[in-house]
């Protein structure tokens, strides 16, 4: 299936036209997503795993979703980025349906779907691709990958104490230490009580921190204007402006007094980094409030201490989250952790790992008729374990050479026929040079 200028084997987009010329796809993958060819794969993979090997050292269950959702998971009403930029569109069915923008809602669906029969409190995590449709202007990717982890069912910080914690540890394992990373954390409670001190409605309290997320990315001026349109008094603005300036809890015991929710919470979350060994890698910082309008309590994220990259992940309590779904509330948090800055934060620290690709044997028959000898060679080194790239095709010496250096091959085994006639294969390992002829059931 070749079409002109089309490498043999590769696939033409269909049958010519009557011109005969066959118009050569777009290579490229869609605007703002990604291949993984062999390298980046093997970099995504050891990410992954580590994000795996984390969640079960704090003892989650893995999880997946659907990529495509029923659009109705994601129109809140808050003046949200991530609804904005919505993935989405009717199906052949007449459904309105979106690809995922985040994992949070897709888990609370399945926990409400699942209802009395799992047992709180839920540990669960999920490594998935998440989708934006980005207008191209600003050239950003619109896919992602996010690694979440949830706990669904624990009110108390310790909960938040333990999702960071297992963050420093991911941080840890890929070599990133408290002097490249820090996590900004406060709590929406903080806001809160302005909002009621000023009988500002609850409905608009998600509003008013998509609004206030802003407050880095966009003028003040601009912040007011859209606190105003959504209600916000200008004296209200004033107090809640004043509040996300506050530089320290201590700072905040003064204003708010030791007894509201938010300091409570936020005095706890510190003693618990003190015990779990972590304090070094936070900080309180009153102006954090993240861009998703179900937070409630506790926020967090993680950060650049050279301030050059955008958050490296993020993450809060979400209390009443379910019963924007209809169903019973439940007390939860999470967070999510992005696939790119981090890797951005991997080169800049000089950590992206060497990952090669590791072949234990090249198999190679020396004349045609021994492909099927060759073959029998290939199943018995993987029987045991051995992986083996076995030479599908009559080559030359020197082609097969060629490619054990490119694959970094451990060692070559040659079938070839008087040998074989003896029951024996040639052996010869790349490191050393050293070749030998050895009976095939010794062959290890
Ligand atoms: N929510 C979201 C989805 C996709 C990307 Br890229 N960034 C954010």
Redesign the pocket.
């Known amino acids: 299936a070749t079409g002109p200028g089309a490498r043999s084997g590769a696939l033409s987009p269909g049958p010519a036209p009557s011109s005969g010329v066959v118009q050569k796809i777009d290579v490229n993958p869609p605007k703002g997503t990604r291949d993984f060819p062999p390298e980046d794969m093997r970099l995504r993979n050891w990410l992954f795993n580590n994000f795996r090997e984390v969640s079960r050292l704090y003892g989650f269950e893995e999880v997946d979703f659907p990529v495509l959702e029923n659009e109705a998971l994601f129109t809140r009403k808050a003046g949200e980025e991530?609804k904005d930029q919505l993935y989405c569109f009717e199906d052949q069915g007449k459904r309105r349906v979106a690809l995922r923008?985040?994992l949070t809602p897709s888990l609370a669906r399945l926990v409400i779907q699942k209802g009395k029969s799992v047992s709180l409190p839920l540990k669960w995590f999920t490594v998935g691709q998440?989708?934006?449709y980005e207008r191209m202007t600003r050239g950003?990717?619109?896919?992602?990958y996010q690694w979440n982890m949830d706990i669904i069912g624990v009110p108390g910080v310790m909960a938040e104490a333990e999702l960071i914690a297992s963050i420093v540890t991911l941080f840890k394992r890929i070599g990133i230490t408290e002097s490249d990373v820090g996590f900004k954390v406060s709590s929406r409670k903080v806001l809160q009580g302005v909002l009621k001190c000023y009988s500002i409605p609850e409905n608009l309290f998600g509003r008013v921190c998509v609004i206030i997320d802003k407050i880095e990315k966009i003028p003040i001026d601009e912040i007011k204007k859209e606190l105003k349109v959504a209600g916000v008094s200008e004296e209200a603005v004033q107090e809640l402006l004043q509040v996300l300036s506050i530089k320290s809890l201590a700072e905040l015991e003064e204003r708010l007094g030791s007894h509201g929710e938010a300091v409570a919470d936020l005095k706890q979350l510190f003693l618990l980094a003190e015990k779990f060994g972590y304090s070094k890698w936070l900080q309180f910082d009153a102006s954090v409030v993240r861009g998703l309008a179900y937070y409630t309590g506790i926020v967090f994220e993680g950060f650049d201490r050279e301030r050059k990259l955008r958050a490296i992940c993020g993450g809060g309590r979400y209390d009443h989250l379910f019963s924007t779904f209809g169903a019973d509330d439940i007390a939860a948090c999470g967070f999510g952790f992005?696939d790119?800055v981090i890797v951005e934060l991997l080169k800049e620290k000089g950590l992206i790992p060497e990952l090669s690709l590791q072949i234990d044997n090249i198999v190679c028959a020396l004349d045609e008729d021994l492909q099927a000898a060759a073959a029998m060679v290939a199943s018995l080194l993987r029987e045991k374990g051995q992986n083996v790239d076995l030479v599908l095709e009559n080559k030359p010496l020197k082609w097969v050479f060629k490619r054990a250096a490119r694959t970094n091959a451990q060692r070559l085994v040659l079938v070839g026929s008087s040998e074989w006639q003896r029951g024996m294969v040639g052996v010869k390992i790349l490191s050393t040079g050293e070749q030998y002829t050895v009976k095939l059931d010794d062959l290890k």
């Open positions: 991530i923008p985040e998440c989708w934006r950003r990717r619109r896919e992602h992005g790119a």
